[in-house]
């Protein structure tokens, strides 16, 4: 063994330290392609300092622009202090969010560490600040300063301009997902009503707050007009939808997405089933209640405190200003405010009242199914084939949480090069044996289906989203008929039973290379025919190439750079707005006469395009 002596150990400045452990600062890296990858963490760090300007009542417009992955803020707030431009963006715990009761009464930013995470991780990074006919602007390159320019006049209304390109070395391969960008933005409006956001020329802005946010989210889905609550510091909104089974909430604290919940969304959660209880003068099971409820909920508290730098979860029930809990304070006013709005809108309470007796209804029926599955899990638990764990999960907050993510591969062939490829800290792999059975029918199906029922048991999906042991889902199936055929059926199976699962991000599609095109030098992995031509050109000389039809006849040495830093995700993600049973009983319900005519016509265009081309 290695010796352990005084050169072993090292002290990292600043920006060496966040580049060496960028996940204790933005959580996961990521290549762009889920909602929570670092590269938008870098971005709302920026943004938030612009939204804690205008919540102090000093800027009620600001606009970010994304041109060739390079990205620019300008707010019109009062301007970081000239003589403290440097400091703010490369001095650890420097910032005007520490004391109490002086620039900022309740911000997103407390830390001091935000805009320097996004400084250090960044090859090019430039601030100026504009404040009363003065300016200061300085620029970087990975944390370090390459040029520090003196102050100068400007006729510049005040605030600040930030523009940062992230170091590809770091985030590889990554790209922005411009809907992934819309709903932080819109995010943004819908908690700080007044503020416009205008993003590549687009102008965001809403005027009902979380109101707009819900009816966004459900669409044409909603059984009745949706619920909203105000109070000071408070806002509530809910709904119950026609889909037929998850949980959708979206909470805020100090205008910050908490997209993993947190002691606010568990008090919300608790709040709706209590007073309902209550309401009816009934002990429904707390699922019943919540079944196909969607919620928006956002208060305002001052120095909160968050789970990690990311600011995705609210962490301890911190004390309000007013000496209750978040927990207390939150069923407090919720039951208040929900119960009197029931009581003066009998007709919406009747609607509740028979959405929950319809889940109350079904969860009965299938309770001997759950038993009899829960017995087939049992007894495949201590050998169960199917599944290749990882170390870390996602609900127990492990450190690397974040990056956990579950294969569900099609065959042994496929699981077994992933398998040996793969990082068995954060890497799991379940292993499906031919088709999934098609769902679209009933939650039942899960529960006289073994493999599905195993699958769900993997996830931990039974009491919702906040069980989910894997952070990513990724459908891996082979690239032909069958294994588009699968993919379909998993889609069908989340986006059916488990859409909370999906509209939350966690959901992925592995893309894996068609092509392998090499000569003596040079290996190139394709993933599309137009790669495949451009690698061709490229190699010259008439190269060898490999058409790769299914997964296992990838090596696992060739596997793991397909799944390791360079992996390549195509999110699935939900038209908020659409009807999805109607969307799914369209593909996967009957054979109609509709579809029928829709796959001969679009085979026609296909047959078409390929004589052309020839």
């Not at 452990?21 to 920026?46: A, C, F, N, Q, T």
């Not at 993510?405 to 954060?426: K, L, W």
């Amino acid at each position: 063994m290695a010796e352990y002596k005084d050169d072993n150990i090292i002290t990292l400045n600043w920006d060496e330290h966040i580049r060496t452990r960028p996940g204790m600062y933005i959580g996961k890296l990521g290549d762009g392609s889920s909602h929570d990858d670092g590269i938008y963490v870098l971005l709302k760090e920026v943004i938030d300092n612009s939204i804690d300007e205008f919540m102090e009542g000093h800027g009620k417009t600001f606009e970010v622009t994304i041109k060739e992955k390079r990205v620019t803020v300008r707010d019109y707030g009062r301007g970081i202090p000239l003589n403290k431009v440097v400091d703010c963006v490369s001095k650890m715990n420097t910032g005007g969010k520490f004391n109490e009761g002086t620039a900022f009464e309740a911000s997103i930013g407390m830390n001091g560490v935000g805009v320097k995470a996004v400084n250090a991780l960044s090859t090019s990074f430039s601030v100026q600040s504009f404040r009363d006919g003065k300016t200061k602007r300085a620029e970087f390159s990975c944390g370090r300063v390459v040029k520090e320019y003196p102050l100068e006049d400007s006729e510049e209304k005040n605030g600040t301009l930030i523009s940062f390109l992230p170091d590809d070395t770091i985030f590889e391969n990554y790209d922005w997902y411009t809907e992934y960008i819309d709903d932080l933005i819109w995010n943004y409006v819908y908690l700080n009503r007044g503020l416009t956001i205008n993003f590549n020329g687009k102008k965001y802005y809403s005027k009902n707050g979380l109101l707009d946010l819900l009816n966004k989210e459900t669409g044409d889905n909603k059984l009745y007009e949706p619920i909203y609550l105000k109070d000071e510091n408070f806002e509530f909104a809910m709904v119950h939808t026609n889909r037929k089974y998850g949980e959708d909430y979206f909470t805020f604290v100090n205008s910050q997405y908490t997209s993993h919940g947190g002691t606010h969304q568990q008090a919300m959660r608790e709040a709706i089933v209590k007073t309902c209880r209550e309401f009816y003068n009934k002990n429904f099971e707390p699922s019943d209640v919540r079944n196909s409820v969607a919620a928006t909920m956002a208060i305002r508290v001052k120095q909160p405190i968050f789970e990690s730098q990311t600011k995705t979860k609210l962490g301890s029930d911190y004390m309000t200003p007013g000496g209750q809990t978040i927990r207390n304070y939150v069923n407090d006013i919720i039951g208040r405010l929900l119960d009197n709005y029931l009581h003066k809108n009998q007709e919406t309470a009747d609607i509740i009242l028979k959405k929950i007796q319809e889940a109350e209804k079904e969860r009965t029926a299938i309770a001997a199914l759950k038993k009899q599955s829960k017995e087939i899990q049992k007894r495949v638990s201590l050998n169960n084939s199917k599944l290749r764990d990882c170390r870390y999960h996602f609900n127990t907050n492990d450190p690397r949480g974040l990056e956990t993510m579950i294969f569900i591969t099609e065959g042994d062939s496929a699981s077994g090069s992933i398998t040996q490829s793969r990082d068995a800290n954060t890497q799991a792999v379940f292993s499906l044996m031919g088709k999934p059975a098609n769902i679209i029918k009933s939650k039942s199906a899960i529960y006289e289906n073994k493999e599905l029922s195993l699958l769900q048991a993997a996830l931990n999906l039974e009491e919702g989203l906040e069980g989910l042991r894997y952070n990513n889902i990724i459908i891996a199936t082979d690239a032909d008929v069958d294994g588009m055929h699968i993919r379909l059926l998993l889609m069908a199976f989340f986006i059916q039973l488990f859409p909370d699962v999906v509209r939350n991000g966690h959901v992925f599609v592995l893309q894996t290379p068609l092509f392998r095109v090499r000569n003596k030098q040079k290996t190139m992995y394709c993933y599309s025919e137009e790669e495949k031509q451009a690698a061709i050109k490229k190699l010259g000389n008439k190269p060898e190439i490999t058409r790769f039809k299914g997964l296992g006849e990838i090596s696992p040495k060739e596997f793991k750079n397909f799944i390791g830093k360079s992996i390549r995700l195509e999110p699935v993600v939900l038209d908020p707005k659409a009807n999805i049973d109607a969307v799914i009983e369209y593909y996967m319900g009957k054979n109609t006469v509709e579809r029928q005519n829709f796959i001969i016509e679009n085979l026609r265009e296909e047959i078409d395009n390929f004589s052309e081309e020839s």
